[in-house]
């Protein structure tokens, strides 16, 4: 069966106290990926062998795979790059793969699409996908702000493809999936408290910034779906 959805998702403050569990859900021997930043200060926490990724291309994919006959699933911890190297070298080897952004910047955390050599590759959607608030409210701000605008796109991009569909110009306009599409973009513009990811993806995109619920609220806590 193809996986359409990670089959397990933690998104929360703290999310990322669960990763040894699920790795070892996933697979017995993982192999942690990380960039040379924070990711690699989170990768050594886990005691697991590691691989730094220093850019998205065909070659490092390469390097990668020859290590993966030791191990059997692939844990990625960082940014675009990493994550895009660890889904490509995952797919490749016929292994289940772990995504674990530390940073907002990229749209790719959970798709089945990996861009390497800037090339978009078709791969397996992860097994499962890790996101911890924490550590992502502490990536640098014009990262998160990226990400935030990439999300907001997704009202323009909708309307430009239901338009599209009026014109008779793309009949794979699907309904639900654009609907799907916007609603982060609309979360994060809703002025609504009581809206459970409003807060989340302010703390997120603007972790400087106080909004006044925030303050007589305590922090939610991880959610979790399987």
């Known amino acids: 069966m193809v996986r359409i959805w990670p089959d397990t ?21 993982p192999l942690v990926l990380s960039g040379p930043g924070i990711s690699k200060e ?10 730094v990724v220093s850019e998205s291309t065909a070659g490092v994919v390469g390097e990668l795979k020859k290590l993966t006959v030791l191990h059997d699933c692939i844990v990625a911890i960082g940014g675009g790059k990493v994550v895009d190297v660890g889904k490509m070298a995952a797919h490749e080897a016929g292994l289940p793969v772990i995504s674990v952004p530390t940073v907002l910047s990229g749209d790719g955390i959970a798709s089945p699409v990996a861009v390497i050599d800037g090339l ?7 097994a499962a996908l890790i ?12 990262h998160n702000a990226a990400g935030a605008g990439d999300l907001l796109s ?6 430009d493809w239901r338009r599209a569909r009026e014109l008779g110009k793309d009949e794979d306009f699907n309904g639900p999936a654009a609907a799907m599409s916007e609603l982060g973009a609309l979360a994060l513009l809703s002025e609504e408290p009581n809206l459970a990811c409003a807060d989340t993806l ?23 779906t399987r």
């Not at 990763?19 to 859900?25: G, K, W, Y």
């Not at 989170?42 to 691989?51: H, K, L, N």
């Open 9 to 29: 998702v933690e998104l929360g403050y703290g999310a990322l106290a669960r990763l040894p569990d699920i790795a070892l859900s996933v697979g017995k021997s």
């Open 42 to 51: 989170i990768s050594e926490r886990f005691r697991a062998p590691d691989f």
């Open 120 to 126: 978009s590759r078709r791969v397996s959607v992860p």
């Open 131 to 142: 996101c911890d608030l924490e550590v992502i409210s502490r990536a640098p701000r014009r």
């Open 154 to 159: 997704n009202i323009s991009s909708s309307w």
């Open 202 to 224: 302010r703390a997120c995109f603007f972790p400087a910034r106080p909004w006044p619920w925030r303050e007589a609220q305590s922090p939610r806590p991880a959610l979790s």
